[in-house]
């Protein structure tokens, strides 16, 4: 073979470089449909999404994969894939698997958890307390650093368990209702302090009470996703044509 040639040809991407290609697609693609930036039903197009972030198609296949698999992202055989919808129907569905799972998950962390549990719960309380007092004393929307702070707190309460998998899965369900969440927040004239309800979450569940710390855990999930319904009720309304 003729050294100039093969020089001149591009090399294939080792399996490392590859796997890490389908690590970043997956988590910019995730984030654009947590976030809104990948509308609910949009088509998702590979060659504009090569455009978009760089990855050539191979990678992007394979993070959408994953995506499906965690209910983000819907395949339609060989027409491609799109953003998972939203409905109401769906939105209940999540909310009474994630109330089942999630009483699991937090009767067995206050049964298993040790003191670094109850440690990573209060740590997780104080970032988030802190980054709400902020945005409800400057009546700003909430942000990707809430967002964050949010999801570790919820995780925080149901991470004392030994089991992985039920834990993933309570994570998983949380990420897919992060997409109801902040379709009801987008809507929202002034920013909730949300302080005090999370603060009544922490003490029931560092109380070592389990019957309460799940009755307050449902509350939870189900008044934000009365919220939420709300608010799409409300939306599906105004796009309504007059009679």
Not at 31 to 36: E, K, P
Not at 72 to 89: H, K, M, Q, Y
Request: charged letters at 30%; proline letters at 3%; one cysteine or more.
């Amino acid at each position: 073979m003729d050294a100039t040639a093969s020089a001149a040809r591009p090399e294939a991407p080792s399996a490392g470089a590859e796997a890490t290609l389908v690590e970043k697609a997956h988590a910019l693609l995730r984030q654009a449909i947590l976030r809104g930036a990948l509308l609910p039903g949009e088509k998702l197009k590979i060659d504009l999404l090569q455009k978009e972030y760089g990855i050539s198609s191979s990678p992007l296949r394979e993070a959408l994969n994953r995506l499906t698999a965690e209910n983000l992202v819907t395949a339609e055989g060989n027409r491609g894939f799109r953003v998972a919808p939203i409905s109401l129907d769906d939105l209940h569905d999540l909310v009474g698997l994630r109330i089942v799972l999630e009483r699991e998950a937090v009767e067995a962390s206050i049964t298993e958890g040790g003191d670094d549990w109850e440690a990573r719960i209060v740590a997780a309380f104080y970032r988030l307390e802190r980054e709400e007092k902020r945005i409800y004393e400057e009546q700003v929307p909430l942000n990707e650093e809430w967002s964050r702070r949010h999801r570790d707190f919820h995780m925080a309460l149901l991470s004392g368990g030994r089991s992985k998998r039920l834990a993933n899965m309570c994570a998983s369900l949380f990420d897919q209702a992060e997409r109801y969440r902040r379709l009801s927040a987008s809507m929202r004239k002034r920013a909730h302090n949300k302080s005090g309800e999370h603060k009544r979450l922490m003490d029931a569940v560092l109380s070592r009470d389990p019957a309460l710390a799940a009755e307050r855990l449902r509350e939870h999930v189900q008044n934000t996703a009365q919220n939420i319904a709300n608010a799409m009720k409300a939306q599906q309304a105004e796009a309504e044509p007059a009679e």
